[in-house]
């Protein structure tokens, strides 16, 4: 079996750098926040939501690396199941399932973002949690959902 936690460690490099690379895709073409979502955003510990940008996709990204995109999928962070990803201050959000409640559990995430200081310094610790205790049960997630606004 293999070791999530020494996979994710060895390609720990390569996935900040993806997810650095799809952060700024959105920077350049994702929609800022409503009026009403910057107000969810402060409600939810956002300092700064007037850096927020939302892009609405069909589909989550996947890496093209091989092992990344195997990661991603076997771990479940970005298969089909996936609604919603947060890098920084920017939020993928598949077609269909825009609604507050996801947008201001996103919207939590980039508070942990912004606590953490950037996408390098926080997904290591992320990535941490979710070979811990897994996914529903990492203190990021956990956190989100509680700051969930229906």
């Known amino acids: 079996m293999v070791d999530l936690a020494t996979v994710l460690s060895a390609n720990l490099p ?3 750098a993806w997810a ?4 700024q895709l959105v ?3 994702g929609a800022p926040l409503t009026e009403s979502g910057v107000a969810d955003a402060k409600a939810v510990g956002v300092a700064q939501p ?3 940008r939302v892009l609405v996709v069909p589909h ?3 890496p093209d690396d091989a092992a990344l995109r195997a990661i991603a999928l076997d771990t479940g962070l970005l298969g089909p199941d996936a609604i919603g990803l947060t890098l920084g201050h920017t939020i993928f959000i598949v077609e269909g399932h825009e609604s507050r409640q996801l947008l201001t559990h996103e919207c939590r995430h ?3 973002y912004e606590t953490a200081g950037s996408i390098a310094a926080f997904l290591p610790v992320y990535f941490q949690q979710l070979v ?7 203190p990021f997630e956990v956190d989100a959902r509680e700051h969930e606004i229906d």
Request: proline share 4%.
């Open 14 to 16: 390569a996935a900040i």
């Open 20 to 23: 650095e690379a799809q952060s």
């Open 132 to 138: 811990t205790v897994g996914y529903y049960d990492a």
């Open 110 to 112: 980039v508070h942990q």
């Open 60 to 62: 989550m990204p996947l």
């Open 27 to 29: 920077l350049n073409t």
């Open 50 to 52: 007037e850096r927020i």
